[in-house]
Every structure is written in C-alpha cells, then in structure tokens.
C-alpha cells in the first residue's frame, strides 16, 4: 500500500507534526510537496491524502490529485485545505460552477465558494455533528464530537447548496464552520473534513478512527 501525503511541510506548525506522528503509524507513507514533481504522478498509488497548508505551491498539482481519485476510484482524504479544494474541484467538475473561486487566493472573488468564516478557528475546538447515513458516521459514530481546527476559511452557503444538487452528499457540520465534511456516495472513499483529525496522535500514539479507516 502506497499513500501520498500531498502537501507543503512546515514543522512550525502544530498540525503538522501532528501529521508527522499520524504518517508515522502508517505504513509507506510519505509527505510529498505540491511542487515536488513526484506529486504529479499518481500511477500506482492507493490513496492520497491532501494535507492542511494552504495555499499550496502548486495549487495545480493539488486539483489534479484530487481529480485523479474522483476519476479512477483511489482513496481520497482531504482535511482542513485538502476539505478546501476538494469542495473548489467539485464544485467546477460536477456543479458546473467553472470560476469556483477560494478566497484566500482569490480574494476579489465576487461570490467565492471557499470564503472567510464568520469566526476564525485557528487553534480551536467546534462541536462536529455527522449526517446520518454518512460514510463519516459510520466510520466515527452518529454522536457529535469535538473536532480541532485550524482555519480561517470554509464552504459557502450557496457552495454547499451546488454541491448537494450535483450529488455530493454533506457528511457533518458544526457552529460557526458551516458544512464540515462532505463525501461522495458513488465512490469507494471519498471524504474531506474542515477538522483535523489528526491532532492528538503524538499523545495517543494511535490513529483516529477517520485515518484508520482512509488507509485500511
């Protein structure tokens, strides 16, 4: 089993060396950067998973890794940016909205479908509900439960509203974040959170339920 931990390292940052002791558990599994070409060819791997960190280097090479699982059926996660962009990929592919725009990056964007939270959550906890008849609740329980952020941005109203319209099911949600999870039912794993769920491993020394089941 091969995964690519997609994103653009930075151990200054709290999530992510929550995320170099959650890779640790796993096995072959290795950061790659946006802008390392290696990123830019996915043959033969299981499943990808697209780190917080935005915005990327290359946030191409982050649409086409995305892309590249929704078309072939390869394992997807995305958390925090990787939750981000999968609802930007979406929204353009499926939803027909071709100038889904991110506010960070975009900031002029008239109606961005990533836009600023109404509280940012940078180092906080929010209360995560899941849908039930998710995949996300079936992998984490239909009790809601505290979900560590790090982010200032999310999924728009009118975003979510395309995206459910195009089939994209929304898997959780919580206060003041808005949609925290979406998932596609007609493929084999497809699930991104605005929550990071890997926050907490260097202390437990295990993997959260939501890893496990990615890389199972």
């Given at each position: 089993m091969r995964i690519v931990a997609l994103g653009d390292r930075d151990t200054q940052f709290l999530t992510h060396r929550e995320l170099d002791a959650a890779l640790a558990l796993l096995p072959d599994a290795d950061w790659v950067a946006t802008d390392d070409p290696a990123a830019r060819d996915l043959h033969g791997v299981d499943g990808v998973w697209l780190l917080p960190g935005t915005p990327y280097r290359d946030e191409a090479?982050?649409?086409?890794?995305?892309?590249?699982?929704?078309?072939?059926?390869?394992?997807?996660l995305g958390t925090c940016g990787?939750?981000?962009?999968?609802?930007?990929?979406?929204?353009?592919?499926?939803?027909?909205?071709?100038?889904?725009?991110?506010?960070e990056s975009?900031?002029?964007?008239?109606?961005?479908?990533v836009e600023p939270l109404a509280c940012t959550l940078y180092g906080e906890t929010r209360t995560v509900t899941p849908v039930l008849g998710t995949k996300l609740a079936a992998i984490c329980g239909t009790e809601p439960f505290e979900g560590f952020h790090w982010c200032g941005y999310g999924l728009s109203a009118q975003g979510?509203?395309?995206?459910?319209a195009a089939g994209v099911m929304v898997a959780a949600t919580a206060p003041d974040a808005g949609v925290e999870a979406i998932e596609l039912p007609d493929h084999p794993f497809?699930?991104?959170?605005?929550?990071?769920?890997?926050?907490g491993v260097s202390e437990t020394g295990s993997l959260p339920a939501l890893v496990a089941a990615f890389a199972d």
């Amino acid at each position: 089993m091969r995964i690519v931990a997609l994103g653009d390292r930075d151990t200054q940052f709290l999530t992510h060396r929550e995320l170099d002791a959650a890779l640790a558990l796993l096995p072959d599994a290795d950061w790659v950067a946006t802008d390392d070409p290696a990123a830019r060819d996915l043959h033969g791997v299981d499943g990808v998973w697209l780190l917080p960190g935005t915005p990327y280097r290359d946030e191409a090479t982050a649409f086409g890794a995305i892309r590249h699982c929704v078309a072939t059926g390869t394992r997807f996660l995305g958390t925090c940016g990787g939750f981000q962009y999968a609802c930007l990929a979406l929204a353009r592919d499926r939803a027909g909205l071709a100038s889904a725009a991110h506010a960070e990056s975009d900031p002029e964007a008239p109606d961005p479908v990533v836009e600023p939270l109404a509280c940012t959550l940078y180092g906080e906890t929010r209360t995560v509900t899941p849908v039930l008849g998710t995949k996300l609740a079936a992998i984490c329980g239909t009790e809601p439960f505290e979900g560590f952020h790090w982010c200032g941005y999310g999924l728009s109203a009118q975003g979510a509203r395309a995206l459910q319209a195009a089939g994209v099911m929304v898997a959780a949600t919580a206060p003041d974040a808005g949609v925290e999870a979406i998932e596609l039912p007609d493929h084999p794993f497809f699930l991104a959170t605005a929550f990071q769920p890997q926050v907490g491993v260097s202390e437990t020394g295990s993997l959260p339920a939501l890893v496990a089941a990615f890389a199972d």
